[in-house]
């Protein structure tokens, strides 16, 4: 499975950096990107492991960014 979320509020491209590596080494995640330039994160992953990477996802976003708010693109 494959979703975009949008990342309202992210103003660090280092945190954005972190973020992407920190998600791509979670378990059952194939492929992960974070744009700073366009607020944009990518997750493709497992489908049976899916909502868990979404809310481990959400997770890392919060610890490095609190204030940035993780949308559905």
Do not use: H
Request: net charge positive.
């Amino acid at each position: 499975m494959k979703k975009a979320f949008k990342l309202e509020g992210l103003n660090c491209a280092n945190c954005a950096e972190k973020i992407e590596r920190e998600i791509k080494t979670l378990e059952g995640v194939n492929f992960a990107s974070v744009n700073f330039m366009t607020s944009k994160m990518v997750i493709e992953g497992d489908d049976a492991r899916f909502d868990d990477i979404v809310k481990a996802a959400q997770r890392i976003v919060t610890r490095y960014e609190p204030d940035v708010v993780v949308k559905k693109a």
